[in-house]
């Protein structure tokens, strides 16, 4: 068990929605990262927060948001959903900068 | 920038026998690296990392890595190799200077019986 929660495990939706996933990190960790993971292009960074603030982005999409709240857990925001957005999509947190990231099982997002 | 190339998207190892992974890297400064395990519907777990002094790492599980800065690759190995070590590996480096980590594409290990 990493200690970081993810929640919803599985996600089923149509395009053009919208889905909120929830994360929470290990207790102590002020860094929380997302991450998607498809068959085809494997695991990619999205986005970053430390402490509530926005560190750094990856290959996130326009349509996808995220947040750090004040008690730490984070939200990623997925809208207009497509095909293409099916994946799995991980939450990591560690205690800061450079430190070993910690995965949550993940939440599977399938659009219909 | 950097980046991860891992050879090998699928390796396949006979139960018993050595395990070598390999995983070379491109980094303008002096990287940390890590390789991380993921079992089937399962989050990534970290068997060991880099970051400075002994080349040689000891992880979890039996594996070990070696830091080749001339080579510029990390490869994780394993004397032997069990059953259980049937999953996806994926090699990552980091800029020390920031915290985002850029993952391989993995690989995913066979054992045969």
């Known amino acids: 068990d990493s200690g970081v929660t993810q929640t919803p495990k599985h996600l089923i939706t149509a395009t053009g929605q919208r889905v909120t996933l929830r994360c929470s990190p290990r207790?102590?960790?002020?860094?929380v990262y997302w991450y998607q993971q498809s068959l085809d292009q494997g695991l990619q960074f999205l986005i970053q927060?430390?402490?509530?603030?926005?560190?750094a982005k990856g290959n996130i999409l326009e349509r996808f948001s995220a947040q750090q709240f004040p008690d730490l857990h984070s939200e990623l925001n997925l809208s207009s959903l497509e095909l293409g957005d099916s994946a799995l999509y991980f939450c990591?947190?560690?205690?800061?900068?450079?430190?070993?990231?910690?995965f949550g099982d993940g939440t599977r997002l399938s659009i219909l | 920038a950097q980046s991860v190339t891992q050879l090998g998207s699928h390796v396949s190892v006979s139960e018993g026998a050595l395990v070598l992974l390999r995983c070379n890297y491109s980094?303008?400064?002096?990287?940390?690296l890590f390789w991380y395990v993921q079992y089937p519907n399962q989050g990534l777990q970290l068997l060991l990392k880099?970051?400075?002094?002994?080349?040689l790492v000891k992880g979890i599980n039996g594996f070990e890595a070696e830091f080749k800065k001339s080579e510029t690759s990390f490869h994780l190995t394993k004397p032997s190799a069990h059953m259980s070590d049937a999953a996806e590996y994926f090699c990552?480096?980091?800029?020390?200077?920031?915290?985002?980590?850029?993952f391989g594409k993995g690989t995913r290990l066979h054992i045969l019986p």
């Open positions: 990552a480096v980091s800029d020390p200077r920031d915290d985002k980590i850029i």
């Open positions: 990591a947190s560690s205690m800061g900068p450079n430190q070993p990231q910690h």
């Open positions: 880099y970051t400075t002094g002994a080349t």
């Open positions: 927060y430390y402490n509530g603030e926005e560190r």
């Open positions: 207790s102590g960790d002020l860094s």
């Open positions: 980094s303008s400064v002096p990287p940390y």
